[in-house]
């Protein structure tokens, strides 16, 4: 808490998407919040409503420890550690170079993790804290072309069973968040990140794809979610008096895990043939 008493809440990632909804909703829920981003000038618009701001690289450690070591000179440290920053490598396997692999655990894992480590201690001495890991729903199931997104989604996934047990004792809840599609993650994002050129073997499932998304996504797509339906959930979770472990938000993320269980290995990868419209 702050000297204020209110609890200190810190979410990265805040530029755009969960990240920014999430970081108003705390705030507005009483929470003191630092919003960070790895570009300050990105969440200015959050300083203006009254947040606190940082900047913050997840995927930099000197970044991070700069951070938590400012709030802990500010406030009596964080209560609640907002894990969202995160992003979508697209490509097949062989095609993605290995700096774009790294990259995607650096920011999606490696950054996670190190700043559960940077804020537990706090959390230990006052026996009390919230650590909210935002997964998705593709941290229970892989889709052809997001293999790696996907690996780094069931990393999270496994880090949180892990660290959910080993804080416990400590007074220090887990929670893991899985979204379904959101809103802000437009076709045109994901589409930018999947390219493959007419000369590559792949070419003809990236091309499927990329039709299979603009059929499906944006207007056409009912069942994505919006972000702050998402900070909704995650404000209702600090705030239960006994939360989940996990939490699903959006039709999506309670059906295509399900689905994905119900098939077999084969019917799976059928399903994505007849998807991107390829011939079997």
Not at 237 to 242: G, V
Request: with cysteine; charged share 20%; hydrophobic share 40%.
């Amino acid at each position: 808490m702050n000297e204020n008493g209110k609890k200190v809440a810190l979410t990265t990632g805040a530029s755009a998407g969960i990240g920014h909804a999430t970081a108003l909703a705390l705030a507005a829920a009483g929470y003191t919040t630092y919003a960070t981003a790895r570009r300050i000038e990105s969440i200015d618009d959050l300083k203006q409503q009254g947040l606190q701001t940082l900047a913050l690289d997840i995927t930099n450690e000197q970044s991070m420890t700069k951070a938590i070591s400012t709030i802990e000179s500010q406030t009596d440290g964080i209560d609640i550690l907002i894990n969202n920053a995160g992003y979508s490598e697209m490509g097949p396997i062989e095609e993605v170079s290995m700096d774009r692999i790294r990259l995607q655990f650096e920011t999606n894992v490696f950054g996670l993790i190190r700043l559960c480590q940077l804020a537990l201690p706090g959390m230990r001495r006052k026996h009390s804290g919230y650590i909210i890991n935002i997964s998705s729903m593709g941290g229970e199931f892989t889709t052809p072309l997001a293999g790696i997104y996907h690996a780094s989604k069931y990393a999270v996934e496994s880090i949180s069973d892990a660290l959910r047990f080993e804080v416990q004792p400590f007074g220090v809840q887990v929670v893991v968040i899985q979204p379904g599609v959101v809103r802000t993650h437009s076709a045109a994002t994901v589409a930018q990140n999947l390219q493959s050129d007419k000369s590559s073997p792949y070419f003809a499932q990236v091309d499927g794809f990329k039709r299979f998304l603009e059929k499906n996504t944006g207007e056409n797509d009912t069942s994505a979610i919006s972000a702050e339906a998402v900070a909704k959930v995650i404000i209702e979770t600090i705030e239960a008096p006994e939360p989940k472990t996990r939490y699903k938000v959006g039709d999506e993320a309670e059906q295509l895990p399900r689905l994905r269980h119900s098939l077999t290995d084969r019917e799976w990868d059928a399903l994505f043939s007849d998807q991107f419209g390829l011939k079997k």
